[in-house]
């Protein structure tokens, strides 16, 4: 079946500094990624969409500037999360869907972010 | 709220008792599916039913799917230990085929 990696799968920072997770998919091309975060105990709340070469989507309420999500291939999307602080410590897990397979996205194993 | 609701939030049964949790939603969709998240891990894929289909069926699970009433259900029988973990169902709405929307989640806990 279709693999989806995230890496790091956790990360501890300082506050303020800013931390780059990525997102591949393994053995297919992924035209379109997904990006949610998770607090604890609680459901995945979907943050942005971004397609290959394209600018991200965003959702309401969530800072463009704040998460810089990049998607410049058809295998690999980045979320980069800047100036981080305490409250953005969370469980970041992105998705990734191939054209072909519409209805199915394909979930990576999530990263632990912790922010001191 | 981009959430749909699940309930119960919580359930704890014995190894062998069936589970079912339902799931309420909020806008027309294209489909329904189930998930299911070990406590600090990723999600699995469980089952996608359609919004022309009432019920399906895929090994210990059996989906239902009730359009009129914005409700879906997921029945686990003969639960065993592992089958302890968070289960959410996800929505694509019709609108937005694009997106996948999650419930609220229902923790299931399975006693030996």
């Known amino acids: 079946g279709a693999v989806v990696s995230q890496h790091p799968s956790w990360v501890i920072c300082k506050s303020g500094t800013s931390v780059k997770i990525e997102c591949r998919s393994l053995d297919f091309q992924a035209t379109t990624m997904f990006w949610y975060r998770q607090f604890p105990k609680q459901s995945l709340m979907l943050m942005a969409t971004?397609?290959?070469?394209?600018?991200?989507?965003?959702e309401q309420g969530v800072e463009k500037d704040k998460f810089l999500i990049n998607h410049a291939s058809l295998t690999l999307s980045t979320l980069t999360v800047t100036s981080a602080h305490p409250e953005d410590s969370s469980f970041y897990i992105c998705?990734?869907?191939?054209?072909?397979?519409?209805?199915?996205?394909?979930f990576g194993p999530g990263t632990r972010l912790t922010v001191l | 709220s981009q959430q749909g609701e699940e309930d119960p939030q919580a359930l704890s049964i014995q190894e062998g008792e069936n589970a079912t949790m339902n799931c309420s939603y909020k806008?027309?969709?294209?489909?329904l599916q189930w998930y299911r998240q070990n406590s600090g891990r990723g999600l699995v894929h469980l089952i996608l039913?359609?919004?022309?289909?009432r019920e399906k069926h895929s090994g210990r699970l059996r989906v239902t799917l009730d359009t009129s009433k914005k409700s879906s259900s997921l029945l686990i029988t003969a639960s065993r230990a592992a089958d302890t973990a968070s289960y959410f169902c996800a929505t694509v709405p019709y609108s937005s085929a694009s997106k996948i929307i999650f419930g609220s989640g229902t923790r299931l806990s399975i006693r030996p």
């Open positions: 806008t027309s969709i294209n489909n």
């Open positions: 039913i359609r919004s022309n289909e």
């Open positions: 998705s990734a869907r191939e054209q072909a397979l519409y209805n199915e996205q394909f």
């Open positions: 971004s397609n290959e070469g394209s600018k991200a989507t965003y």
